[in-house]
């Protein structure tokens, strides 16, 4: 399939869901399997089509670097429970979208490249449309329960962190020592949690030029 043409697929099925109300669909994936990239084309193609499209990705609800690193700069476990405030991501986004929501919404509340709280004002999210939000974990119990449709994209660490390394100058050994919390940590989810499983949508997201809905 043509990334193009998948594109076009991934939107039929996201159109199918919409009705009344704000549909919620949350792109999982490793570091460096392409979510936000995949996200902004996507909503863009929504857009097209005339949906209202709210954009947003779990990178605006990091916790405070302190909070963070608690656990240690190396540590998996850190990188998996501290890394973002998932309380502040319901509070401020996904609850006030849902049926019984308030409807007024913040994006997001922190930059971790400042480590800066951001005074980013409430905005009315309107009567329907679709959010379309990228991140890692977004299968973990905390949000599972939030996406209305989930895409999860699988992509082999070597390719993810290929792509890291050619966007960041990191090293593309997914096993070297400067990799070591966030492979561990990856790893970690993706055994415990088993995203491919709960994902209403898998993508084979290898190949960018030749991406395939395996599942959904």
Same mark, same amino acid.
């Given at each position: 399939?043509?990334?193009? &043409?998948?594109?076009? *697929?991934?939107?039929?099925?996201? #159109? !199918? %869901? /919409? $009705?009344?109300?704000?549909?919620?669909? =949350?792109?999982? &994936?490793?570091?460096? *399997?392409?979510?936000?990239?995949? #996200? !902004? %084309? /996507? $909503?863009?193609?929504?857009?097209?089509? =005339?949906?209202?499209?709210?954009?947003?990705?779990?990178?605006?609800?990091?916790?405070? %670097?302190?909070?963070?690193?608690?656990?240690?700069?190396?540590?998996?476990?850190?990188?998996?429970?501290?890394?973002?405030?998932?309380?502040?991501?319901?509070?401020?986004?996904?609850?006030?979208?849902?049926?019984?929501?308030?409807?007024?919404?913040?994006?997001?509340?922190?930059?971790?490249?400042?480590?800066?709280?951001?005074?980013?004002?409430?905005?009315?999210?309107?009567?329907?449309?679709?959010?379309?939000?990228?991140?890692?974990?977004?299968?973990?119990?905390?949000?599972?329960?939030?996406?209305?449709?989930?895409?999860?994209?699988?992509?082999?660490?070597?390719?993810?962190?290929?792509?890291?390394?050619?966007?960041?100058?990191?090293?593309?050994?997914?096993?070297?020592?400067?990799?070591?919390?966030?492979?561990?940590?990856?790893?970690?989810?993706?055994?415990?949690?088993?995203?491919?499983?709960?994902?209403?949508?898998?993508?084979?997201?290898?190949?960018?030029?030749?991406?395939?809905?395996?599942?959904?």
């Amino acid at each position: 399939m043509t990334p193009a &043409g998948f594109l076009a *697929a991934l939107a039929d099925r996201v #159109a !199918d %869901r /919409l $009705g009344p109300g704000i549909l919620k669909v =949350g792109i999982d &994936g490793v570091d460096g *399997a392409g979510k936000t990239t995949l #996200a !902004d %084309r /996507l $909503g863009e193609v929504l857009q097209a089509r =005339g949906a209202r499209v709210i954009r947003a990705s779990i990178d605006g609800f990091h916790n405070p %670097r302190a909070l963070r690193y608690a656990r240690g700069k190396t540590s998996p476990e850190g990188f998996y429970k501290d890394s973002y405030d998932l309380e502040a991501l319901k509070r401020e986004l996904l609850d006030p979208l849902g049926p019984r929501g308030s409807g007024r919404i913040r994006r997001a509340i922190f930059d971790h490249r400042t480590d800066q709280a951001l005074d980013m004002p409430a905005e009315s999210a309107g009567r329907s449309g679709v959010l379309v939000f990228d991140g890692i974990f977004l299968h973990r119990p905390e949000l599972r329960m939030q996406w209305d449709l989930s895409i999860f994209l699988d992509v082999p660490f070597a390719q993810s962190y290929s792509r890291m390394a050619t966007r960041d100058g990191s090293d593309p050994d997914p096993e070297a020592a400067t990799n070591r919390r966030y492979f561990l940590g990856q790893s970690f989810y993706l055994k415990a949690v088993a995203p491919q499983r709960l994902a209403h949508i898998v993508v084979d997201y290898a190949d960018l030029e030749k991406p395939r809905i395996i599942k959904g």
